[in-house]
């Protein structure tokens, strides 16, 4: 009988070391997959009016964030959101060329994402866990991310030879250090209400990138099929 259990011994250290490398080799396959982002090749049109759907609908979900911050908030929200605040992404895009302009809602999604995560870390020491704020804060940074990879695809599509630079382009802004709570009530205000006039810009920006660059586009294959 002992025998028989030395001989199960060894099968049983095999057996669990090759399902500890299946384990390994599966983390590092997700890992790599979400290192980088997989851009699907799709038409100049579609692939904008898809960016332009899902900026309208983050916009639309910001007006209502930012309504239920200044109710979470209490009476004072009003004036939270009318305070200056240093190191908040200005909502502004830049650039003078498609390329220029389209780098920069990039750099300003990744640029708000760290701000609104923030603000998520701020108001759960503030609200209750079952708080509809923490539940559409949560919302707009993933939806935000998911925005930041679709214009990154069409960033690379569109402009194969120029690369995105690893810091924004309109500068980084750091979070803020500890705050109190006042502090942090005005800084969430703050946050959300220039992520809101952000989007906004996003949409007219996004309409004006489609007629330009897709009709540039399409007006280049063209005269290409004439030789």
């Known amino acids: ?8 011994c060894p099968q049983l250290s095999i057996s669990q070391a090759a399902r500890t490398l ?3 080799l599966l983390v590092a396959a997700i890992d790599s997959v979400s290192a980088g982002v997989v851009c699907r090749k ?11 759907k899902l900026t309208k609908l983050i916009h639309k979900e910001s007006v209502d964030l930012l309504k239920t911050y200044k109710v979470s908030q209490g009476d004072m929200s009003e004036l939270f959101c009318q305070m200056s605040i ?3 992404p ?5 650039g003078l060329d498609p390329s220029e302009r389209m780098l920069s809602i990039y750099s300003h999604c990744k640029a708000f994402l760290p701000h609104l995560k923030r603000v998520t870390e701020q108001q759960t020491d503030l609200q209750p866990p079952s708080s509809a704020l923490l539940s559409k804060l949560s919302t707009a940074q993933n939806r935000t991310n998911g925005l930041a990879n679709q214009i990154n695809c069409i960033y690379q599509t569109f402009f194969p030879n120029l690369p995105i630079p690893p810091e924004p382009v309109d500068g980084p802004t750091s979070v803020p250090p500890s705050q109190n709570v006042f502090q942090q009530k005005v800084y969430g205000c703050v946050v959300l209400k220039r992520f809101k ?6 949409t007219r920006e996004l309409r ?10 399409t007006s280049f294959a063209d005269t290409n099929a004439l030789f």
Do not use: A, W, Y
């Open 1 to 8: 009988m002992s025998g028989h259990v030395k001989n199960m």
């Open 22 to 24: 299946l384990s390994l």
């Open 42 to 52: 799709q038409p100049c049109g579609s692939s904008l009016q898809r960016s332009l």
């Open 86 to 88: 240093n190191n908040v």
């Open 90 to 94: 200005d909502p502004n895009i830049s």
């Open 197 to 202: 006039e952000f989007l906004s810009r996003v």
């Open 208 to 217: 004006t990138l489609k007629s330009q660059v897709c009709t540039r586009r």
